[in-house]
């Protein structure tokens, strides 16, 4: 691949870091914002609290090069050809290559090691009741190392350090406004990993109250997690983060993040659980441990958290 078009493989990290020093040293002032919710399928045996009316489905309207992207990215055999031909298109918002960027970090988890030497380390990683379907797993897993194939540590270089140091040189042509959101979201996360700091917190807002989609929802875990949970030594902490990051989960859900069979969540339960056969977000989510109970208590936290972001009332995301 040409060195100039490499650029576009890495579109965000350095904007998103760049545009999150901007944000915190001379934060936006917050304002309104409207979304419709979409619908999610959960499993019967789990009951969502109420929540606000939901509209309609929008009618089809043509996709964006980045949504044709995200689609094709979904089923495509060949990524490498696919990254190919996207990196050559304009890409003025930063969100084809937000998408390319994801593309290598899903690549990253399937690079660098033989079949048969890959297959055993994900074996080494099942828990006591699992029930794998070996002949699935072994499928995904070689249609995943397959459709990969192209994408190779360029000098030796660690695939995701790779993919993050690529991103930095296309960042540095953007402007905050033309940064695409989910990617600043992210740099929320990496740039202010120690707790609470009120610059980051009006950052948030801003994102949450403007640009708020499944992108911005993703990126704002890891900062949101670090503000609010601390290493306090309480018996209940462990079980309190998991449910706090079920009902993220389930928030990007109702934002628009993916949270479909082609997800990272389902294929790798395959690939490391052999669990192929999941049909909703909920089995997925037990699939990873997580309790009927603490199931239950996410979806209505999901939707206390969900409602305050519609209706920016920030105390139900814990500000």
């Not at 040409?2 to 901007?22: K, P």
């Not at 995904?140 to 140091?165: H, N, S, T, W």
């Not at 540095?172 to 979201?185: C, H, Q, S, T």
């Not at 395959?270 to 989510?285: K, N, Q, R, Y």
Request: a neutral charge; aromatic letters at 8%; proline letters at 5%.
């Amino acid at each position: 691949m040409h060195a100039g078009r490499r650029t576009y493989f890495a579109a965000f990290v350095l904007a998103a870091t760049l545009a999150a020093w901007i944000f915190l040293s001379e934060s936006p002032e917050t304002s309104p914002v409207a979304r419709d919710r979409q619908t999610r399928a959960t499993a019967t045996e789990v009951k969502r609290p109420s929540s606000p009316n939901r509209s309609a489905p929008p009618a089809a309207i043509a996709l964006t090069p980045a949504g044709q992207l995200r689609q094709e990215t979904r089923e495509s055999p060949d990524l490498k050809a696919l990254f190919d031909r996207y990196v050559q298109l304009p890409d003025p918002s930063g969100e084809i290559s937000f998408v390319l960027a994801g593309i290598a970090g899903e690549c990253a988890d399937f690079m660098g090691k033989p079949f048969d030497e890959m297959l055993k380390d994900y074996r080494s990683n099942m828990r006591a009741g699992d029930h794998p379907d070996e002949v699935r797993r072994e499928a995904e897993l070689k249609r995943r190392m397959g459709r990969c194939e192209g994408f190779e540590p360029v000098g030796g270089r660690d695939p995701r350090r790779y993919a993050i140091q690529v991103l930095h040189s296309e960042m540095e042509k953007k402007a905050l406004d033309a940064a695409y959101p989910g990617a600043v979201a992210r740099a929320i996360g990496s740039r202010a990993l120690g707790g609470a700091n009120a610059l980051a917190d009006k950052m948030t807002i801003h994102f949450l109250s403007e640009k708020v989609d499944g992108d911005v929802i993703v990126g704002l875990r890891q900062y949101l997690a670090t503000r609010i949970f601390r290493s306090d030594g309480r018996p209940s902490l462990q079980q309190e983060q998991v449910t706090w990051s079920t009902a993220w989960t389930l928030v990007g859900c109702d934002f628009g993040a993916d949270c479909g069979p082609s997800s990272r969540l389902f294929y790798m339960s395959c690939v490391v659980h052999g669990a192929c056969d999941l049909t909703s977000i909920d089995d997925a989510l037990r699939q990873q441990g997580v309790s009927e109970d603490t199931l239950r208590t996410a979806y209505a936290l999901s939707a206390r958290m969900s409602i305050g972001i519609r209706t920016r009332n920030w105390q139900a995301l814990g500000f």
